[in-house]
């Protein structure tokens, strides 16, 4: 993609996927690693994500108080690291837009940014004191949007729900833009990983004011143990803030520029592929059906279940994989067809071979098939195909073999009517030419099973 694309268009009537973006997703057969950022409108989120992308410009950085995302935007580049995978970079509609076309999607924009991401980057701007962790408080409604299990569904493993969300949620990276203090505390100078966490410290007590003090602190404690913060000075004079995505880096600071260079670093060593409940690892195409299945639940007014999404999607996938494997038979073997009538052995063993072929597609593809519904459906599918063939190379069989028998009867045909074996002597030459007839009959290769 030269280009990011709308992904999932945020509108008054609600959120709508768009499927010029799903079509590209569908074409992509590697594992992807999502990456999405979350955060305020105006707060340079879209600068991030086109560095992560290696380019100067691309997703909408703006240079007025408008919001330029409006959804959420997607990129697909070659993940600079990992041979074989894509990097998916996913640019969210920032919170908090008074100028949008439903509010009360801020929610759903975040919760998706959550469902669908890898690794989840929240942008804000100065500090992380309360006021900005008040401002986070999307983390603490995370379990009034998204289940991990279908209502009345049992744990047989019995584990809570809030350790269930940390297996299946992705790492956590908080990145502090135009941060101008000393990390300092109690006079030490202190990493910007114990920044984070002296931020995220909980207050003792039971009283209304300190459990609201510490409910953003432990939502985002409990449901992202793997955290990770950047803080990045300044990138430059404020009075060239607007033009940001046009400066060359030499005109950028130093400090900012390293800070980037480690942020981009880390992303691209720590980030994990995208995958959902059991560890199935998710490509382009899984991830649009992933992209349809929770805008569609959204629009329903339900909410996103975890287990729900994975059982849609492997029936997805897994009809996908049938299909994908009876495409690779039927190839191979409409191949073959074109050669009827052709001997059995050779159509039989051209069987087993493609047969074989279309059941190790099925697999490469499939997810979660554990009652071999669908490793069923592909034999009988293939089976049902193969007794259609037969039947056609036997039909192809017998029409050549009734033609050539009609042609090379034409000239005993001829002499019959002419009456040239009705005469002294004629019978011979008609046991002649029969036999003759029988014998370049049986001469011809090739003529199948009839």
């Known amino acids: ?129 309360n006021q900005a962790l008040e401002k986070l408080h999307y983390v603490a409604e995370l379990t009034d949007h998204i289940q991990i299990k279908s209502p009345g569904a049992r744990d047989e493993d019995g584990d809570e729900e809030d350790s269930m969300f940390v297996r299946l949620f992705p790492d956590f990276i908080w990145a502090v833009r135009d941060f101008t203090l000393e990390r300092k505390i109690d006079g030490r100078d202190v990493s910007e990983d114990e920044y984070l966490d002296f931020a995220l410290q909980l207050k003792k007590g039971q009283s209304t004011k300190i459990l609201t003090y510490n409910q953003p602190r432990q939502c985002i404690r409990n449901y ?122 050779t159509v039989s063993a051209e069987h087993n071979r493609l047969d074989a072929m279309a059941t190790q597609e099925f697999l490469k593809r499939s997810f979660k098939d554990e009652k071999g519904k669908y490793t069923i459906q592909l034999a009988e599918k293939v089976a049902k195909l193969y007794k259609q063939l037969l039947t056609l190379n036997m039909l192809a069989s017998e029409k050549l073999c009734r033609k050539l028998l009609l042609d090379l009867y034409a000239p005993m045909a001829a002499n019959i009517q002419q009456g040239s074996y009705a005469k002294a002597g004629g019978y011979e030459i008609f046991c002649r030419d029969r036999d003759t007839m029988v014998a370049k009959y049986c001469q011809y290769g090739q003529k199948g099973m009839k």
């Open 1 to 129: 993609m030269l280009v990011p694309v709308c992904l999932i268009e945020n509108t008054e009537g609600g959120l709508r996927t768009m499927k010029s973006a799903l079509d590209i997703l569908r074409g992509i057969q590697q594992p992807v690693v999502v990456v999405a950022v979350v955060g305020l409108y105006r707060t340079g989120k879209s600068y991030l994500m086109n560095q992560l992308a290696g380019q100067q410009s691309g997703f909408a950085l703006g240079s007025t108080i408008e919001s330029k995302t409006k959804g959420i935007w997607m990129w697909c580049v070659p993940h600079p690291s990992e041979t074989g995978h894509t990097l998916l970079l996913l640019d969210t509609e920032g919170l908090g837009d008074v100028d949008k076309g439903n509010s009360k999607n801020d929610s759903w924009i975040f919760c998706l940014a959550v469902l669908l991401s890898s690794t989840l980057v929240y942008n804000s701007r100065g500090t992380i004191d």
């Open 224 to 345: 992202f143990p793997a955290r990770k913060c950047f803080t990045f000075p300044f990138p430059t004079l404020t009075c060239n803030m607007a033009h940001l995505d046009s400066m060359d880096e030499a005109d950028l600071c130093p400090d900012f520029l390293s800070v980037a260079k480690r942020f981009c670093s880390y992303v691209f060593s720590e980030s994990r592929v995208k995958t959902v409940q059991g560890g199935h690892k998710v490509n382009g195409s899984g991830f649009s059906n992933l992209v349809k299945i929770y805008v569609d639940t959204i629009n329903s007014g339900s909410i996103p279940c975890l287990e729900n999404a994975v059982v849609a999607l492997a029936e997805i996938e897994n009809q996908s994989a049938v299909n994908a494997g009876l495409q690779l038979y039927e190839q191979g073997m409409g191949d073959l067809s074109k050669t009827f009538p052709t001997d059995l052995g």
